[in-house]
């Protein structure tokens, strides 16, 4: 394992511009801006193994094993060595990530290792509170963080990962399956059509009510608001303010955010109070605290060669 880095990140993940964050406990630690862009799916990812994909911001399609889904700035995916995916961008590029690659030495020293790595990848969503440690860690780490402290934040992460995810329990998707109790065509029916409505709120700037998002996608509000609390555990209102709270944290990440009036005229909140006491609700602190945790600072991470590059070839 390297200790710089002085090319594309493990191999390459798919095209956009890449800083690496750090190497911590010889893990490979990493963001991209992807800049892809286009319907038609592009892959397979080449060389894909353990990794931990937490996406940050902007939305697009991925198949990996022959599941398709929808991906926004909630979505988590884990991968093992032998899972295969596909990305097709139809909204547009500028999807920010971070990407997260542990060798297969790391895990054996990690007591969860088997139940979290040993079976086909897992794809879910990250609960706001972790996806709150997540920027910190990325914030932490721009800043320059040493390399100790950085490894110790990694692995405390990936253990919160763990316990929030159903791989914690038993085979994820068997949460799903016992929830619908229905045969694969209606549970795929009803996956589909929780993401068509997440794709809607996320194009529509998240100011859609119910009402309006069900006729977007072609049926009536209960049986939207039904299916897409069957399927994702949650309402589509706390959906909703979930994906408007991680677009506050994405442009308070940027170091140059505007005030808070205008993020929540933008985000879709009715005035700068309102944007304050949902972000509270959702991750534990107020817009102003997280300004300063999330702000990338002035310092390089450690371990970086030339900060950002340009990755070279496709996915």
Avoid at 235 to 247: E, F, G, K, M, P
Wanted: aromatic share 6%; net charge positive.
């Amino acid at each position: 394992m390297p200790e710089t880095f002085n090319d594309t990140p493990r191999q390459r993940t798919s095209q956009g511009r890449w800083r690496g964050l750090g190497l911590p406990d010889s893990m490979t630690m990493y963001e991209v801006d992807c800049l892809l862009d286009g319907r038609d799916w592009v892959g397979p990812v080449p060389e894909l193994g353990y990794r931990v994909y937490l996406q940050r911001s902007g939305a697009y399609l991925r198949r990996v094993n022959g599941q398709a889904s929808f991906v926004d700035a909630t979505s988590v995916l884990l991968t093992r060595p032998g899972d295969e995916m596909f990305l097709a961008h139809p909204f547009g590029c500028g999807d920010v990530y971070t990407c997260l690659e542990i060798p297969a030495e790391v895990l054996a020293d990690r007591p969860d290792a088997r139940r979290w790595f040993d079976r086909t990848g897992w794809e879910g969503r990250l609960e706001a509170r972790l996806d709150l440690e997540h920027r910190k860690l990325v914030a932490r780490a721009r800043r320059g963080i040493d390399r100790f402290a950085l490894t110790e934040g990694v692995h405390r992460f990936l253990a919160e990962v763990l316990s929030d995810s159903p791989l914690h329990t038993g085979d994820p998707g068997a949460d799903l399956d016992r929830a619908v109790g229905q045969r694969p065509a209606t549970r795929a029916a009803h996956r589909r059509l929780a993401d068509r409505a997440r794709q809607v709120l996320g194009a529509t700037g998240f100011a859609l009510g119910l009402t309006e998002v069900a006729r977007e996608v072609g049926c009536s509000p209960h049986h939207l608001s039904r299916v897409f609390q069957r399927v994702t555990g949650r309402s589509l209102t706390s959906y909703r303010n979930d994906l408007r709270v991680r677009a506050v944290l994405h442009t308070l990440e940027s170091g140059d955010a505007p005030p808070l009036g205008t993020m929540a005229a933008e985000y879709g909140f009715a005035d700068q109070a309102h944007l304050t006491r949902v972000v509270r609700a959702q991750v534990g602190e107020p817009p102003a605290r997280l300004r300063r945790l999330l702000s990338p600072g002035q310092g390089r991470p450690a371990g970086t060669a030339s900060g950002a590059a340009t990755l070279r070839r496709a996915a």
